[in-house]
């Protein structure tokens, strides 16, 4: 008996600090399923189908590209928002004066409404697809679900544990999918080899614009913030979203290659993110379409939910009501972004022209400067002390600069002239 015990007493506190180590890592994960989740919407889904579709397996090697810059960027905000004691928008504001700040924050509010229909267009076609019904009471039913969520004293613990969920949700979606449709695995290796086929160069061009994305990387610093204020015991974890971040490149490179072994093998064109799953019913049966329309649900309501945070936190930060999630002003302004792109979504069903220039426009003269606020600031040694940027993060981090200079010229070329 004493044998016993003493082996129980020795083993036990080893099973409780395993338990809370791994409790520790799922809560540190936070911000970075957040905005994991806020960059995998539907647009990125229709953009690497259309990749797959299109090209084949040989465009894989992109996604690895923009992680990676992705990863580099959101470390940074990691450390930016572990750094600072108050909000990387009130920086900017002591660097560069309050107009500077408050036309980031009213861009980054414009942006985010412009693309919410989009969003609320994902979640309805996502169910309606699936029952065959109208989207519009789908739109309706989860934008009202999604404003309800902001009503919790705690929305961010909330907010943390819905988009751990819908993550959670797409994986299973999107590997059940992978397993069905049994890529070869030796084409799927050759499209890691850099390769840029003939007339790909818009889709590169799209979505490193939207993998590679710094206005979710900015708002990972308010995350970051919140779960500190929340969660002081996780102060130490400087790269809380780069598993995050490593799903989000998962996730697209497996439905690139579904859309590869799919529809490019039988020459069927993709339009949007539904036409996925249409093209797996009759191949695999119901049951791989309706896998499909779960993962584009979880990354329609995610993005909905996250994509609406960002403009509304940021918007209230600039016109100077601070930042912190359960502020009553911020709730309103998430709550007026979803009613926006609701309404859009449902008088026009679908994204308008118009509005897309809009975002578009705006996003090509906020985001660079995003990116160099975010780039300078991690760079000042009096700001960050020893959480500043290393050597090979500078480098990285300027040659991430240069390609979102690059993105915006194009962008320019494409809409100006």
Not at 147 to 156: G, K, S, W
Not at 165 to 182: A, Y
Not at 215 to 239: G, S
Request: overall charge positive; aromatic content about 10%; proline content about 4%.
């Amino acid at each position: 008996m004493e044998v016993e015990d003493v082996t129980l007493t020795a083993t036990r506190p080893v099973k409780e600090g395993i338990f809370s180590a791994f409790k520790r890592w799922v809560i540190s994960l936070g911000p970075g399923i957040i905005t994991a989740a806020v960059v995998f919407g539907p647009s990125k889904i229709t953009i690497t189908s259309k990749m797959g579709a299109e090209y084949g397996y040989s465009l894989l090697w992109i996604v690895v590209v923009a992680i990676y810059f992705m990863i580099v960027f959101t470390s940074m905000a990691d450390r930016i928002g572990l750094a600072l004691n108050h909000s990387l928008l009130t920086t900017i504001k002591q660097k560069w004066g309050k107009p500077v700040a408050l036309f980031l924050g009213i861009g980054v509010f414009l942006v985010t409404s412009s693309f919410q229909a989009g969003n609320s267009i994902g979640v309805g076609i996502s169910i309606a697809e699936f029952n065959q019904t109208s989207p519009i009471p789908w739109i309706v039913v989860f934008n009202v679900i999604g404003i309800a969520l902001l009503f919790f004293r705690t929305f961010y613990k909330i907010l943390e544990k819905v988009m751990i969920f819908l993550v959670v949700l797409m994986l299973v979606s999107f590997i059940s999918t992978l397993i069905l449709v049994k890529p070869p695995l030796n084409e799927v290796a050759s499209g890691f080899v850099p390769n840029v086929p003939t007339g790909s160069l818009g889709l590169l061009i799209a979505f490193v614009a939207s993998a590679f994305s710094l206005v979710a990387a900015f708002y990972q610093c308010y995350l970051v913030q919140e779960r500190k204020r929340l969660n002081p015991t996780v102060k130490e974890n400087k790269n809380s979203s780069v598993t995050g971040i490593l799903i989000l490149g998962f996730m697209s490179a497996t439905v690139m290659v579904c859309a590869s072994a799919i529809l490019n093998a039988k020459g069927i064109k993709v339009n949007n993110a539904a036409d996925m799953a249409k093209a797996l019913e009759p191949l695999f049966g119901k049951y791989a379409s309706t896998m499909f329309l779960i993962g584009l649900f979880g990354a329609s309501f995610s993005s909905l939910i996250g994509n609406a945070a960002v403009g509304g936190t940021l918007l209230g930060d600039a016109l100077g009501y601070g930042n912190q999630l359960n502020s009553k002003v911020i709730r309103i302004l998430i709550a007026l972004i979803m009613i926006i792109g609701a309404t859009v979504a449902i008088v026009f069903g679908k994204l308008p022209l118009e509005l897309i220039v809009l975002a578009q426009s705006v996003t090509i003269f906020i985001v660079p400067f995003i990116g160099i606020a975010m780039y300078a600031t991690a760079n000042d040694a009096k700001i960050m002390g020893p959480l500043k940027n290393s050597l090979a993060i500078k480098i990285a981090g300027a040659i991430g600069l240069l390609i979102i200079i690059f993105l915006a010229i194009m962008n320019i070329k494409n809409l100006f002239l």
